[in-house]
T-cell receptor, first 114, second 116 residues
Framework: GENVEQHPSTLSVQEGDSAVIKCTYSDSASNYFPWYKQELGKGPQLIIDIRSNVGEKKDQRIAVTLNKTAKHFSLHITETQPEDSAVYFCAAGSPPSNDYKLSFGAGTTVTVRA | DAGVIQSPRHEVTEMGQEVTLRCKPISGHNSLFWYRQTMMRGLELLIYFNNNVPIDDSGMPEDRFSAKMPNASFSTLKIQPSEPRDSAVYFC??????????????FGPGTRLTVL
């Protein structure tokens, strides 16, 4: 099955700086890569996703890049703010061939220092 | 839309008791997922339904765990008998497979289960 590895496990950044989280995946059939943000006491919420036919996607301060050859994808948060502090999860899936299941990374705890 | 609804939000029970967790997916979604989240194991997929039919239950840890989806708007995850190692946050998520561009999984707020 798919194996997703995520680094780093914790990340502390100064407010206003950028944060980068990296993930690798093992199954070359994976074609869908969402990123989730989980705040304390809440369920994971989708913040951005990318599909294999696109190399980069941006939404305001958040961007995701995908390198299918190397089987890795990254989340970039620019101009970090205190409300960006949360746990971030990457995931990989191969809809529709794999029944829409997602394999999740272990998570990155991001702390933005004021 | 109210999003995915889970109940109860918190459950404290004693070892050996039966526990039932409930989920109402987003209206119109035809896939439903049950996850368990712990510090040690992260997010684990327990079981996945499509059109109310269980597709993959390979993540269900033991026979003590069972899940049902009697209709498109309701699912239950039951643990009987419960054990302390079942303590975790259980999430339900739903997605739609009718439109490739909307196959994102949307998570509920979770049920925090504590088994004493």
């Amino acid at each position: 099955g798919e194996n997703v590895e995520q680094h780093p496990s914790t990340l502390s950044v100064q407010e206003g700086d950028s944060a980068v989280i990296k993930c690798t995946y093992s199954d070359s059939a994976s074609n869908y890569f969402p990123w989730y943000k989980q705040e304390l006491g809440k369920g994971p919420q989708l913040i951005i996703d990318i599909r294999s036919n696109v190399g980069e996607k941006k939404d305001q301060r958040i961007a995701v890049t995908l390198n299918k050859t190397a089987k890795h994808f990254s989340l970039h948060i620019t101009e970090t703010q205190p409300e960006d502090s949360a746990v971030y999860f990457c995931a990989a899936g191969s809809p529709p061939s794999n029944d829409y299941k997602l394999s999740f990374g272990a998570g990155t705890t991001v702390t933005v220092r004021a | 839309d109210a999003g995915v609804i889970q109940s109860p939000r918190h459950e404290v029970t004693e070892m050996g008791q039966e526990v039932t967790l409930r989920c109402k997916p987003i209206s119109g979604h035809n896939s439903l997922f049950w996850y368990r989240q712990t510090m040690m194991r992260g997010l684990e997929l327990l079981i996945y339904f499509n059109n109310n039919v269980p597709i993959d239950d390979s993540g269900m840890p033991e026979d003590r765990f069972s899940a049902k989806m009697p209709n498109a708007s309701f699912s239950t995850l039951k643990i009987q008998p419960s054990e302390p190692r079942d303590s975790a946050v259980y999430f339900c998520a739903s997605s739609s497979e009718t439109d490739f561009s909307t196959d994102t999984q949307y998570f509920g707020p979770g049920t925090r289960l504590t088994v004493l």
